[in-house]
């Protein structure tokens, strides 16, 4: 079977050929994989909101049901991201070291209602949560964008015990959590939510805080998301020696540490890391945003990157925003892609939604990566599945028409297309 999508024609039945073209070989089985998905968001919850229920149900269903879109591995902010609708966290309370005040209550309104949408419709549903930011009384300075947590011993310990406390919520909510990530994009100072921690910063905290915090609360621990190490000569102090590196030189920290979030610049390190670390599980964290326009050509650039990410190592490939009004920017001005659009009250789904579909319908949990070798094998990813069946994502970046040839059957890939070829598990 073979499934293709061109720019103007989307997830259509593609052709066998006749004749024999390049030839595909599969090679060595590679990392497991766990799954794809989408975050979550409160733009993305008010986006849905304006259908009707009818096709906020279809949307919905699209996504996340096991014979659709079968998205199974998600993410989800704790307390503001950049596309929230306004910054926040849940304990504003100043010196409130036991967290009394702690509260999920302004999740309840919009992030949590879509969360647990996607979760009745996907019984393998496995989430993973990231702060963008602590609590402002945390910080050296009170403002949600920039700055740097402040480290005291007494704010490191309420900061753990803030993490322990969302991750009892949520579970109580219904929501899968099984992967926490302290800090998103720590290398960066941002605009928008943001903190940075330096890698013996973060290590320590995993280690003699945060680690201890969370034993038996039923989620793991991964080294996450850095968006670094940055090629630019000015950030020379986010290489990759001085983040996973340090953390794993950190004993304390290395006991508690069963992964690595890459995103961004952090696709860099994935080499180091699949070399160094290959008992750690490494995650792709949020795939790159795009300016809005949800073009097919940015779709081929997403598809390239998800082959980097499998290639050296990442065992789940998790997209951005889930749904955007059409013109919707994040709360700072960033005019992102999406894998939904709204206007007028009507749905469309971007060709990302289709490159995305095209990698995560058929390839199940626990697949293994499957190496490939040929011509076009730098435009392709292939996984077999748990059953032996196998599974084929392939890019034809040329003008013209191809043909490729994989284990003896023939297909046509149309001028610059992405399709998705199944061989059943007959051997």
């Given at each position: 079977?073979?499934?293709?999508?061109?720019?103007?024609?989307?997830?259509?039945?593609?052709?066998?050929?006749?004749?024999?073209?390049?030839?595909?070989?599969?090679?060595?089985?590679?990392?497991?994989?766990?799954?794809?998905?989408?975050?979550?968001?409160?733009?993305?919850?008010?986006?849905?909101?304006?259908?009707?229920?009818?096709?906020?149900?279809?949307?919905?269903?699209?996504?996340?049901?096991?014979?659709?879109?079968?998205?199974?591995?998600?993410?989800?902010?704790?307390?503001?991201?950049?596309?929230?609708?306004?910054?926040?966290?849940?304990?504003?309370?100043?010196?409130?070291?036991?967290?009394?005040?702690?509260?999920?209550?302004?999740?309840?309104?919009?992030?949590?209602?879509?969360?647990?949408?996607?979760?009745?419709?996907?019984?393998?549903?496995?989430m993973f949560a990231s702060p963008w930011c602590p609590p402002l009384w945390l910080k050296t300075q009170r403002a949600y964008s920039n700055g740097v947590f402040n480290r005291t011993p007494e704010n490191l310990k309420a900061y753990a015990l803030y993490f322990k406390k969302y991750v009892r919520a949520y579970h109580e909510a219904g929501v899968p959590l099984i992967h926490i990530h302290p800090q998103n994009e720590p290398c960066?100072?941002?605009?928008?939510?943001?903190?940075?921690?330096?890698?013996?910063?973060?290590?320590?905290?995993?280690?003699?805080?945060?680690?201890?915090?969370?034993?038996?609360?039923?989620?793991?621990?991964?080294?996450?998301?850095?968006?670094?190490?940055?090629?630019?000569?000015?950030?020379?102090?986010?290489?990759?020696?001085?983040?996973?590196?340090?953390?794993?030189?950190?004993?304390?920290?290395?006991?508690?540490?069963?992964?690595?979030?890459?995103?961004?610049?952090?696709?860099?390190?994935?080499?180091?890391?699949?070399?160094?670390?290959?008992?750690?599980?490494?995650?792709?964290?949020?795939?790159?945003?795009?300016?809005?326009?949800?073009?097919?050509?940015?779709?081929?650039?997403?598809?390239?990157?998800?082959?980097?990410?499998?290639?050296?190592?990442?065992?789940?490939?998790?997209?951005?925003?889930?749904?955007?009004?059409?013109?919707?920017?994040?709360?700072?001005?960033?005019?992102?892609?999406?894998?939904?659009?709204?206007?007028?009250?009507?749905?469309?789904?971007?060709?990302?939604?289709?490159?995305?579909?095209?990698?995560?319908?058929?390839?199940?949990?626990?697949?293994?990566?499957?190496?490939?070798?040929?011509?076009?094998?730098?435009?392709?990813?292939?996984f077999k599945n748990p059953d032996g069946e196998k599974v084929l994502v392939i890019y034809n970046p040329y003008p013209f028409d191809q043909v490729i040839t994989l284990e003896g059957k023939s297909y046509k890939l149309p001028v610059n297309s992405i399709s998705t070829i199944v061989h059943g598990n007959e051997e």
């Amino acid at each position: 079977m073979i499934i293709t999508s061109t720019e103007k024609e989307f997830w259509k039945e593609g052709k066998t050929a006749r004749k024999e073209g390049i030839a595909l070989t599969l090679g060595e089985e590679r990392q497991e994989i766990r799954g794809f998905g989408c975050c979550f968001s409160e733009l993305s919850a008010l986006a849905l909101n304006e259908l009707s229920e009818k096709d906020k149900k279809a949307m919905l269903d699209e996504l996340f049901l096991p014979e659709n879109s079968n998205f199974n591995y998600c993410r989800t902010p704790i307390g503001a991201s950049d596309f929230s609708t306004s910054f926040y966290s849940y304990n504003e309370q100043e010196g409130d070291y036991e967290m009394e005040h702690f509260s999920i209550e302004r999740d309840e309104k919009l992030l949590l209602p879509l969360i647990l949408e996607g979760v009745k419709r996907q019984p393998q549903m496995q989430m993973f949560a990231s702060p963008w930011c602590p609590p402002l009384w945390l910080k050296t300075q009170r403002a949600y964008s920039n700055g740097v947590f402040n480290r005291t011993p007494e704010n490191l310990k309420a900061y753990a015990l803030y993490f322990k406390k969302y991750v009892r919520a949520y579970h109580e909510a219904g929501v899968p959590l099984i992967h926490i990530h302290p800090q998103n994009e720590p290398c960066s100072n941002q605009v928008f939510p943001s903190c940075v921690w330096h890698g013996d910063e973060l290590a320590d905290f995993i280690g003699g805080y945060l680690g201890p915090a969370l034993e038996g609360e039923g989620v793991d621990i991964f080294y996450g998301t850095i968006n670094g190490p940055e090629g630019d000569w000015r950030y020379s102090w986010t290489k990759y020696c001085h983040y996973l590196g340090i953390a794993m030189q950190n004993k304390d920290a290395r006991k508690y540490i069963k992964g690595v979030g890459y995103q961004w610049a952090g696709k860099y390190a994935l080499p180091q890391t699949r070399d160094d670390y290959p008992e750690l599980e490494i995650i792709q964290t949020e795939s790159e945003c795009g300016d809005g326009k949800n073009t097919w050509e940015r779709a081929m650039e997403v598809f390239g990157l998800a082959r980097h990410y499998f290639r050296f190592g990442a065992s789940a490939y998790v997209y951005w925003n889930l749904a955007l009004k059409e013109g919707q920017s994040s709360t700072w001005g960033w005019h992102q892609n999406s894998l939904v659009t709204v206007k007028d009250k009507k749905a469309t789904l971007t060709p990302e939604f289709y490159l995305m579909k095209h990698l995560s319908k058929y390839v199940k949990r626990g697949a293994k990566y499957v190496e490939i070798k040929g011509e076009l094998s730098s435009s392709s990813i292939a996984f077999k599945n748990p059953d032996g069946e196998k599974v084929l994502v392939i890019y034809n970046p040329y003008p013209f028409d191809q043909v490729i040839t994989l284990e003896g059957k023939s297909y046509k890939l149309p001028v610059n297309s992405i399709s998705t070829i199944v061989h059943g598990n007959e051997e």
